[in-house]
C-alpha cells in the first residue's frame, strides 16, 4: 500500500511542477496524463476530464480531443432513460420490455428485460423501441431541450441508429456539461425522473460514496461518463467524469473503465477496486 501511494504522489507531483502556471490559469485543472498512461491508454487516442462541481477543479488528459465529437454510443442510455421516464413511457426502473424472441448479439439481451436491467446490460433493442414508440418529433425535442450533445438525430429514418451511427455526436465536454445538469437536477425533470434515473444510473457504492455511470462503444470509439458523489463528515463532493478513447480490439474495452478507476484511485476521490 506504501508503494502504491508512494507511485500516485509521484506522478501528481511531477505533473503539478509541470502544470502550476497553467493550472491558475484554467481553474486548477490538471494534466493527468500519466494515470492514463498507467493503464496501457495512449493521451493522444483518448480524452478524460474529472471536474469537481463544487469548487470547479478539472484533471484532463488528452487535451486536443476534449472537445472532438463522436456518437454517444451507450452513453444516450442516460437521456433516453430520463426521456422514457419523464413522458411516462416507463413508469420507473421496473417497467417491463417483452423480448421479441428475436436472438441479438449478446445472450443477456434475449430476454425480458426492464429499464433498470435494459440500461445495466446495454440492450439496445429495448432503447430502439423506446426511440421509435416515442417517435422523431418527440426524440428530437427532447434532446434538444437537455441540450444533449450537438442536439441533431437526424431524420426520421435514423430514429434506430443515431447515436449509434450519428448524426448525434457529443464530446467530452459536452458529456461533462450534461452530466453535471443532471447530478445537479438542473435539466427540465420531474423530481421523480431525478429519482428513478438515479436508481437506473447507480453502478456501484461503498462507504461515503456512490458511482452513477455508463459505457458506451460505438465506431471504434469507447466512451464512460458519469459522476460519483462522496460524503465525508457532512463535506459532501460531486465528481463529474467523460472518458473516451480508441478501441482497436474487444479485449481494450475493459481500459475505459480502468483509467477511470485508477485516475480516482490516484486523486483519492474513491479506492482502490479489491481495497
Known sequence: MKQRFSWCTTVF????????????????????????????????????????????????????RLDALFPPAS?????????????GYAKGPEALFEWDGEARFLD???????????????VVW???????????????????????????IGCPEDISTYWLDGPLKTSAEQQIIFLRAL???????????????KRIMTEESGNGWILYAKTGFSNSIGWYVGWVE??????????????????????????????VRQAFHCLGILPKEGD
Open 13 to 64: 507531483l511531477i505533473a503539478f511542477v509541470s502544470t502550476t502556471l497553467f493550472s491558475i490559469e484554467l481553474n486548477f485543472q490538471e494534466n493527468i496524463s500519466e494515470v492514463v498512461t498507467s493503464v496501457g491508454v495512449s493521451p493522444k487516442r483518448s480524452a478524460l476530464i474529472i471536474a469537481c462541481v463544487e469548487d470547479g477543479r478539472r484533471w484532463i488528459s488528452g487535451k486536443h
Open 75 to 87: 452513453t444516450a442510455k442516460i437521456p433516453h432513460t430520463l426521456i422514457a421516464l419523464e413522458k
Open 108 to 122: 443477456v439481451w434475449n430476454q425480458d428485460h426492464t429499464l433498470q436491467s435494459a440500461y445495466r446490460y446495454s
Open 126 to 152: 429495448a432503447y430502439q423501441r423506446i426511440t421509435r414508440d416515442l417517435g422523431h418529433k418527440v426524440m428530437s425535442l427532447w434532446i434538444d431541450q437537455l441540450q444533449y450533445g450537438n442536439q441533431y
Open 183 to 197: 447530478a445537479l437536477e438542473s435539466l427540465p425533470l420531474s423530481s421523480k425522473t431525478f429519482e428513478h434515473g
Open 230 to 259: 462522496t460524503i465525508c463528515h457532512d463535506d459532501k463532493r460531486t465528481f463529474v467524469f467523460a472518458f473516451n478513447l480508441d478501441i482497436d480490439s474487444w479485449d481494450e474495452l475493459p481500459k475505459r473503465k480502468e483509467v
